[in-house]
């Protein structure tokens, strides 16, 4: 287990360095001069100035020299300075940090709470009506643009009923005060449940919008995982103790059948941070996802690598938390040399 | 396709239906220019924010309304229709194309090459599809081609991966061996052995794979850094609605469901592909 683990925290090493010079190059090899965006006209400043500016940022190094000095920024936490912001990069990204998460998770949550359940109901009756409507469902929650959802969403939940709000994380004057920037966790902390509810309001529509292609996913996996152990014989036993079959399928299929089902949220879950960003937009969602946008398309971009490489050092982790979860949660995959 | 293979894909009742969703709306969107019925670029601005309705007062109805300024709505998502699926098709087919050679070669030739081309395919695999596509397109600047290199940039990657594992099965068969020994070259174990057997894995692969660019195109475009307005794209289209939701919703609401039966034809059809050609490819991830 120990050298299971150890072999892929060393596999990770150099996808790590690999994604930091991709991140690196996207910034170097952007067209025109940093400095000379940084600075907006270069007709004010100069050229001794501009001289002077490219030496401290070190930019009249050589190239590899520059990118053992990115790293090393990295290392410290220091991402660079945000052009249009004019303020630390990884400031401007770990303050969006919080709702994004808080938006992912309760994601997440809204598509176990469906998927898993429906999943169960789909692999006991196989190949009745209610299975192939939830398979029709899944296939459309997978073609569907999610930022798609979340509009059609607003025409019937904001337009049509007018029972929920169209944008942001909370209405003006809930007598919230921000700590932990999760405001949910906040509201109850303080014991506020006006707020509460008026967070919960504000995540319901960019929730399900999100959720949608990763509760068709985990629901056929679901289905699948558990069709195939109830078909197994300590199943059969169990049945043939005279065991009810709804603590069967519970009690004795269903554990054994969550294990890829854990496995495949945890890899979507690095999939929902990189796919909302579009969704926050819709919903004008103060996270890291609308932070990125904004900045290509404010041509930030320092402030657009240092997002970037947030996302992929994040799905990097979760891939290998993903990986040691089922290692641990499965002692019998073998942890032998992989093929 | 094998005549068993054709037999077993005609039985599957969803894959045709997919089949059909997919031919109906590629034919609809080629012939655009002659069965939309309306301008997709000029309109009318007396008759801007029209209800989709059957019937006009002045010449042709606008059967799914007009947007805000005046445009038929129908004739723009079949308009669109073309751009979004070419766009589709030559993201993929490039992708294909890269992906195949490179998994082919990194499987037969192992080593140092394998190796190479295997971290680049980790280091890819890291960037959340979309994030990436987005840093390319702020890169790049807007254009129909960026937009081609920016989503078949880590697209490429899913073929790749899958042709390498059934190269890496069939690199010691019996009839790879038996044509190096009677002195086949490199190229012609490549492409005339090896190349023939991964093909189906390949299609499966590709068909499955245009849903995804396309979602992935609209995405780009409803942010603006994809397919540029007033040129119109599924995408762009539900961008142009966002606006008007209170007073219009038509205009963002069929545009996507267009994509969603399309998408849902790709998929339809790709997984019965894939049950006729490939069943052991049921395992592998597809999707991101």
């Known amino acids: ?339 | 396709m094998g005549s068993r293979a054709w037999r077993a894909f005609r039985r599957n009742r969803l894959a045709l239906g997919g089949g059909i969703l997919v031919l109906v709306l590629s034919l609809s969107s080629l012939l655009s220019p002659w069965i939309a019925p309306h301008d997709p670029l000029r309109g009318r601005l007396p008759d801007r924010l029209r209800s989709p309705s059957i019937v006009s007062a002045s010449g042709k109805p606008y059967l799914l309304g007009t947007d805000n300024l005046g445009r038929d709505i129908l004739s723009r998502i079949l308009h669109g229709g073309r751009v979004s699926i070419s766009l589709g098709l030559l993201v993929v087919g490039v992708s294909i194309v890269v992906g195949v050679v490179l998994g082919l070669v990194s499987a037969y030739a192992g080593g140092w090459v394998d190796t190479t081309v295997q971290r680049l395919v980790d280091v890819l695999l890291a960037f959340p599809y979309l994030v990436l596509a987005i840093a390319l397109m702020g890169l790049f600047g807007p254009g129909f081609l960026n937009l081609v290199v920016a989503l078949a940039f880590k697209e490429w990657v899913t073929a790749c991966r899958i042709v390498r594992s059934e190269a890496l099965a069939l690199k010691n068969a019996a009839f790879v061996e038996a044509s190096r020994a009677a002195g086949a070259g490199l190229f012609r174990i490549l492409f005339r052995h090896l190349l023939p057997n991964v093909i189906p894995g390949a299609v499966v692969v590709a068909t499955l794979r245009v849903g995804w660019v396309i979602l992935m195109e609209a995405s780009l475009s409803f942010l603006g850094l994809g397919i540029q307005p007033p040129q119109p794209s599924w995408g762009v289209i539900i961008a142009d609605g966002r606006d008007y939701l209170f007073r219009a919703w038509w205009i963002s609401t069929f545009p996507g469901i267009a994509i969603l039966l399309f998408v849902l034809g790709v998929n339809l059809l790709g997984e019965g592909l894939r049950d006729a050609l490939d069943p052991r490819l049921a395992s592998e991830r597809l999707s991101e």
């Open chain 1, 1 to 339: 287990m120990i050298s299971y683990l150890a072999r892929r925290l060393v596999q990770a090493v150099p996808v790590f360095l690999g994604v930091t010079f991709v991140v690196f190059l996207l910034m170097y090899l952007t067209p025109g001069d940093p400095v000379e965006l940084y600075m907006g006209q270069a007709g004010i400043v100069s050229q001794e100035e501009m001289a002077r500016i490219r030496h401290e940022f070190g930019l009249d190094r050589p190239f590899l020299e520059q990118y053992g000095r990115f790293l090393w920024g990295i290392a410290r936490g220091d991402l660079g300075r945000s052009i249009v912001h004019r303020r630390p990069v990884a400031e401007l990204i770990s303050e969006r940090i919080p709702a994004t998460i808080e938006l992912s998770l309760f994601a997440a949550l809204i598509a176990l709470l469906v998927a898993v359940p429906a999943g169960v109901v789909a692999a006991v009756r196989r190949y009745s009506l209610l299975d192939n409507v939830g398979t029709l469902l899944s296939l459309v929650g997978v073609s569907m643009p999610g930022f798609w959802l979340g509009l059609i969403l607003i025409i019937f939940f904001s337009v049509t009923m007018r029972v929920l709000p169209v944008a942001g994380r909370m209405a003006y004057g809930t007598g919230l005060e921000p700590q932990t920037g999760f405001l949910l966790l906040d509201a109850l902390l303080q014991g506020n449940g006006r707020a509460a509810l008026d967070v919960l309001r504000h995540l319901a529509m960019p929730a399900l919008a999100m959720s949608a292609g990763m509760m068709a996913m985990t629901m056929r996996i679901t289905r699948s995982s558990l069709s195939e152990t109830i078909g197994q014989d300590y199943v059969r036993t169990a049945r043939a103790k005279g065991v009810p079959e709804g603590r069967v399928v519970v009690r004795h299929a269903l554990r054994n059948a969550l294990l890829p089902v854990v496995t495949a949220v945890a890899l979507n879950l690095g999939a929902l941070l990189g796919g909302n960003m579009v969704v926050e937009t819709v919903f004008a969602w103060p996270g890291l996802g609308q932070r990125v946008v904004d900045a290509v398309k404010t041509r930030d971009f320092p402030l657009v690598q240092g997002c970037v490489l947030v996302y992929a050092l994040t799905y990097v982790v979760l891939n290998l938390a993903a990986d040691l979860s089922y290692a641990f949660l499965n002692p019998r995959i073998s942890h032998g040399k992989e093929g």
